[in-house]
């Protein structure tokens, strides 16, 4: 089984319970990285919603996701309670929330999201923006090339194959290009091929494109909304991450990715707080 | 009391829960306009949380909503009810759902969101994108030129000063730029000035972007998610909206909402249903 699927299993514990495991495999720094967190939820939701009427049967893409995240998920076990609240023609939507113990053993909720799911089966282009003009992967930026102090405290980037270009790379030299954009190649380092779930997990796995502003510090996701466009074709997926607005402590950072077909089949938008002043 | 803030008004039944009521004064066609069921279950969840612990007191300004609209609001009475998930330093956080009954009399839901509200009152912009170009106020289309029988249909248009740049609003003489791009003026007819929570009614308060691809049918929200990004200051607000997919029958809108002084104060991204076949 691969890394990605292993960490997306789940014990059906009835009445919309999910029970679950993070493994630090997955962490970066302390926290486990949101994507994950999202693709486990959905992953659940996915599971009580074919459980539904006929409808939500075929609904087995998610198509939307809203994911609030008010903890740090850390390494362990996690509780996911899924709820249906409708099931329609083109679209079952739900709600999953993600919950683990705290220190005084009290639940503490980590996520909570909104989701739609349909059937992404057939789904032709009428109109898209064109993939990034890029180098090929192996004249871009691997990750493991980061300095070995941080890949130590990564242990996600050993899931990833990231491949930056090297002209929106400037910042891991010190030199941001101040543009606020970022892009490259992606895949999963043990050959797992992409599917619309995964894509959503994708859509999180860059660096911050804060980072292209000269911000290096953490940059947690406060809000993450996710579209899958199309299912993906196998192979490697390019992704563009960009940010237009910096107001007070808050950014957007907007990603889009593109399968191995050129076709676009997933874009987000997250708010996240950087922190653009030292502290003391 | 300005009509915006009629709309707003609710009774707190305890245990928040809300009662309030849609007027067939916002509708379009039959269904109450989605920024305006938005707008009345922030003003809940708002209220809801300043009754919360002392950080949520500070949190007047909904800074990101994300909503899921189910079925069609509809003229009458509705419910709302709102649910505190978390009051931390920066941000508080609350899930709302709006309630109407249906014909049998059972409770059926219209809206549910996830929103964190915060505190906007000193933010500075340290990057943003450029205001539109656009023609002054009185050398745009006005909503008023709209033909009578969509007049008629569209209550809505009666509540709101809008008006098109002319080079994007070739749609409303069956040419459509094919560009996906509207950009215009808007603010509230009767002279409500904006403030953070009527922003996220704006961001969805312009025709479907749909119409400049030539897709003249109705366009209906699954899911929008909209950031505030200052409070605006009185006057027009400068909006533009676009949209860059079409895959199968579905579509992103992306608004930006630009104040008086130049700043842009919200924008948002929705995922909306098109007709792209003539149905028999």
Redesign the interface.
């Known amino acids: 089984m691969h890394e990605f699927d292993t960490a997306m299993q789940l014990r059906d514990e009835g009445d919309g319970t999910w029970s679950g495991a993070f493994h630090d495999d997955w962490a970066i720094g302390n926290a486990i990285n949101g994507g994950v967190v999202m693709a486990l939820g959905l992953t659940a939701l996915g599971r009580h919603l074919e459980a539904d009427p006929a409808e939500a049967n075929r609904h087995v893409d998610p198509?939307?996701i809203?994911a609030?995240f008010?903890?740090a998920s850390l390494g362990g076990a996690c509780r996911v309670e899924t709820q249906t609240?409708?099931c329609?023609r083109?679209?079952s939507?739900g709600?999953v929330s993600v919950v683990q113990e705290g220190p005084d053993g009290a639940p503490v909720?980590r996520m909570?999201?909104?989701a739609?799911f349909g059937n992404?089966d057939t789904?032709?282009?009428?109109?898209?923006?064109d993939p990034p003009d890029l180098p090929p992967p192996d004249q871009c930026l691997s990750s493991d090339l980061a300095p070995p102090d941080f890949l130590n405290h990564s242990a996600f980037l050993d899931r990833v194959d990231l491949r930056l270009d090297p002209d929106t790379a400037g910042w891991a030299m010190g030199r941001p290009s101040m543009r606020?954009v970022m892009q490259g190649w992606l895949r999963l380092k043990d050959g797992r091929e992409p599917d619309s779930t995964m894509l959503l997990w994708a859509l999180d796995a860059f660096p911050p494109v804060a980072f292209d502003?000269g911000i290096y510090g953490w940059a947690p996701t406060?809000?993450f909304?996710g579209?899958v466009?199309?299912r993906p074709e196998p192979g490697w997926l390019r992704v563009v991450i960009s940010?237009?607005?910096?107001?007070?402590e808050?950014?957007?950072e907007d990603a889009r990715i593109w399968d191995s077909a050129g076709h676009?089949v997933a874009?987000s938008?997250q708010?996240c707080?950087v922190r653009?002043q030292p502290t003391g």
């Open positions: 198509v939307v809203s609030y008010m903890t609240l409708r329609g083109r679209l939507t709600q909720e909570r999201a909104l739609s992404l789904v032709d282009t009428t109109r898209q923006s606020g502003l406060l809000e909304t579209h466009r199309r940010s237009d607005t910096l107001t007070g808050l950014m957007e676009l874009q938008r708010l707080s653009t």
